[in-house]
């Protein structure tokens, strides 16, 4: 657990001693912030349910620019070999760049906290168990795709193609329900379920289903499992 503490640790320095940090979380901010105030201006609502699921468009194009470097970069500067030949795991190398990036994840997440603060500044009343539902919803989300990304990464040496590759694999995960239209039942409820989105939707109402936390995790297992065996075919290499 120590290695992976410090893994996480040197990978979080290196996103805060550089620009990077600073500026997604600049970005974010103003592109969350332009969307909480055009919804609030359009609804007249204290409700937080629709920024969520604006912000999940927002981490679908923030996301993969957070991740393609986290394995890609290693592979192309070589560092990757350092880490391989000292005394860690190989899942330790991603439980601890993936643990780093989930860390920022909540970063992100709290600076959001000021959204709700300022409904109730102006004198709204927020369901907060919503509101609360909606942020768990949208940190599972944020961390699944984290877990994409950082797969996609382990697959090139690239970074570009890194981040192109974690988008599409997003992509096509969140437009599961609009292509399983297409087809009849049981297929389209099937792609309904495998959909990154409609979880979100589900308990951004309000209702934690076990179904939903267990898409979420499992989509976070799967792809962490097939980032530690890509890190592992890379000493065969």
Known sequence: MS?????????LRSYFVSPLAYVVAAFFMAAVGFLFFAILTSTREA???TLFQNMAVVFLLLVPALTMRL???????????????SPVTDEAIVFGKYLATVTYLLFLMGLTLVFPLSLVA??????????????????????SLMAIG????????????SALVAFVISLIIWLLPAIGGTFGSPISEAFQYMSIIS???????????????????????????????????????
């Open 71 to 85: 394995l890609a970069e290693e592979r192309k500067t070589g560092t990757i070999e350092l880490l391989m030949t």
């Open 199 to 237: 979880h979100l939707e589900n308990m951004a109402r309000g209702v934690i289903d076990s179904s939903d936390l267990l898409y979420y995790l499992s989509v976070i297992g799967t792809c962490l499992l097939v980032t530690v065996r890509s890190v592992n075919v890379y000493h065969w290499r």
């Open 47 to 49: 409700s937080m349910r």
């Open 3 to 11: 290695k992976i503490l410090a893994i996480a640790k040197r990978e």
């Open 122 to 143: 102006i004198g709204g009343k927020p369901e907060w168990p919503l509101v609360w539902t909606g942020y768990l919803a949208t940190t599972l989300m944020g961390a």
């Open 150 to 161: 950082l797969m996609a990464s382990s697959f090139t040496n690239n970074v570009i193609v």
